[in-house]
């Protein structure tokens, strides 16, 4: 778990220094869910055994010596775990969406496994980024679709990508379901195009007490045909 490979984002001759704890705050849009219990206990016990092979990476927030944690979360609670007041950190000026882009593919390079609503809402923070940089004329690298550079390690496709982010438009009953491989990904691709009313319905017929029907890609596309063309929902 306490990977001794070193982070693809760490860039050759970077400084590493040791940042107190209590000087971190979190990235506000981060898209990961924290490691559970078990896992970070695991984590720290690597630590505890081995060392923390990989630093944090942090910006500078402000000039009142704050900086925003950009990799390095669940790290950061294994330390605390093991009551330790400073972490090895690399620390990086940078703005919004160059923040952002480290965020997501740090993350997208270390986690063994993501929920697809991990990949949702860290593909669709990428994708924003990626369009702010172009609309500033930044030196990040992008194309008309928000399609870059940064995409070329990808384990999915362009159009798996954006099937992801289209999950960002489900309720959030339904988006738990398809975390829990109660729905198909691509049901809930489907499922997104409706609207909240309609999601809702969905949500109670399929998953409601006395429901006895699975929501399968057959039957989400079928509602959502349906629903685009204005007829009455059926199964």
């Known amino acids: 778990m306490n990977s001794s490979n070193p982070n693809k984002s760490v860039r050759k001759n970077e400084n590493i220094v040791s940042m107190p704890v209590h000087q971190l705050k979190p990235y506000p849009k981060h898209p990961f869910k924290q490691y559970s219990d078990e896992k970070l206990d695991a984590l720290a016990e690597s630590i505890a055994r081995e060392g923390l092979h990989q630093p944090i990476i942090v910006r500078v927030l402000n000039e009142n010596r704050e900086y925003e944690v950009l990799s390095g979360n669940n790290r950061i609670l294994a330390m605390e775990k093991l009551r330790k007041k400073n972490i090895p950190a690399i620390i990086r000026r940078m703005d ?35 369009q702010n940089a172009k609309s500033e004329n930044s030196d990040t690298p992008s194309d008309g679709n928000g399609l870059g550079a940064q995409y070329q390690n990808d384990t999915d496709t362009h159009a798996q990508i954006f099937r992801y982010i289209r999950l960002t438009y489900l309720i959030p009953e339904l988006l738990d379901l398809v975390d829990q491989d109660k729905i198909p990904v691509m049901a809930g691709y489907e499922a997104s195009f409706l609207d909240v009313d309609t999601q809702d319905a969905v949500h109670h017929y399929f998953f409601g007490q006395d429901s006895k029907d699975q929501l399968s890609v057959k039957n989400a596309k079928t ?6 063309a204005g007829r009455p929902v059926t199964t």
């Open 96 to 130: 919004d969406a160059a923040a952002a882009l480290v965020v997501v593919n740090t993350n997208l390079e270390q986690r063994e496994k993501l929920l697809p609503s991990e990949k949702a809402y860290a593909y669709e923070l990428r994708m924003e980024a990626l």
């Open 223 to 228: 509602i959502r045909v349906a629903n685009d």
